[in-house]
């Protein structure tokens, strides 16, 4: 299986590539850790549906700081996947400095999805609280400061159900 294992997520055809990816992801760690450089070489793969796989098996097999090299990617749909990786339930708080270097992103998207994931984490988040005022007053996106502004609002200490005071000052702090 070892040999098998490295030829096909080096095979020619992107199927195999791909279908290789997704079954050492459900493998898991223990059967396919030592798999995990080779798995790595595949974030480049000039396959959208190979790429992606990967970002996900890593996310499956792998720690936080492995999903965050691949914040670093030049692929934006790539940092996107890890950023949604990084959200799932299974890193908590383990995730939060990444995602908050994700709020900093090139891709606007990518970086209010990451606010939003922070916001997510409900309480559990109050360390990144900085990053996200730093987001909500000076992000040129208007959807990652309104994504900011929500997180901020989800951590607050007795919030309501509906904040449009505090909504509304943040909205009129933009750069």
């Known amino acids: 299986m070892r040999v098998f294992w490295p030829w096909c997520l080096t095979a020619p055809i992107r199927l195999v590539r791909q279908a290789s990816v997704e079954g050492l992801g459900v493998l898991g760690p223990q059967a396919a850790g030592d798999l995990l ?9 000039p396959s959208a549906q190979v790429r992606n796989s990967v970002v996900k ?8 700081g492995d999903l965050r090299e691949v914040l670093a990617n ?28 994700a709020l900093n992103d090139s891709s606007a998207p990518n970086a209010s999805e990451a606010a939003t994931a922070l916001g997510n984490l409900g309480r559990q988040a109050l360390p990144a609280l900085g990053s996200l005022e730093g987001a909500a007053l000076h992000s040129a996106d208007p959807w990652t400061r309104m994504a900011a502004i929500h997180a901020i609002e ?14 509304a000052r943040w909205r009129c702090a933009r750069p």
């Open 57 to 64: 098996t890593i996310g499956m097999m792998s720690s936080v």
């Open 154 to 167: 989800a951590n607050r200490p007795g919030r309501s159900a509906d904040n449009r005071e505090s909504c």
């Open 74 to 101: 030049p692929d934006k749909q790539i940092r996107s996947e890890a950023i949604q990786e990084l959200a799932s339930a299974r890193y908590g708080a383990t995730a939060i400095p990444a995602l908050e270097s």
């Open 37 to 45: 450089p080779e798995l790595q070489k595949l974030v480049d793969d």
